[in-house]
């Protein structure tokens, strides 16, 4: 059964730093993408980043771009979230995701696993983030 678990979100000002954590079990790491998804009080969850850990491919939203960095550690099983320069709109339920990315077989094709954060089937319960301006 995949199970994802995240942590690392709270309080923080404007401008500063947060690193969230997803922990993940149940399926092989490498042929799954992992990504964090965003959703803002009264708005659509949408996709934040997004990792393959077979390849090291990413995706970023632009509007996390050169702020946020996604990482993962496969002894760990973990993805993480480094989020700096923290706005206010940043604010809302961070979610983590998962999907079968066919990892293992994709790095044979020498194409990337990732290139968006569509059509995750796994979901975290979330963990809120607020930025206070």
């Known amino acids: 059964e995949v199970e994802l678990v995240e942590s690392g979100g709270g309080l923080v000002q404007t401008g500063g730093s947060l690193r969230l954590s997803c922990a993940a079990s149940?399926?092989?790491?490498?042929?799954?993408?992992v990504g964090w998804f965003h959703q803002a009080p009264g708005k659509e969850r949408e996709g934040v980043s997004c990792?393959?850990?077979?390849?090291?491919?990413?995706h970023y939203a632009d509007s996390v771009k050169g702020r946020f960095t996604i990482s993962s550690d496969k002894a760990k099983n973990t993805v993480y979230l480094q989020m700096n320069s923290l706005k206010p709109e940043d604010t809302g339920v961070y979610y983590c995701?998962?999907?079968?990315?066919?990892?293992?077989?994709?790095?044979?094709?020498?194409?990337?696993?990732?290139?968006?954060?569509?059509?995750?089937?796994?979901w975290g319960h979330g963990t809120q983030v607020t930025v206070s301006s």
């Open positions: 995701a998962a999907k079968n990315a066919a990892g293992t077989v994709m790095i044979l094709t020498g194409r990337p696993v990732v290139t968006s954060c569509d059509d995750y089937d796994f």
């Open positions: 149940g399926f092989v790491f490498d042929d799954y993408a």
């Open positions: 990792v393959s850990s077979a390849d090291g491919s990413t």
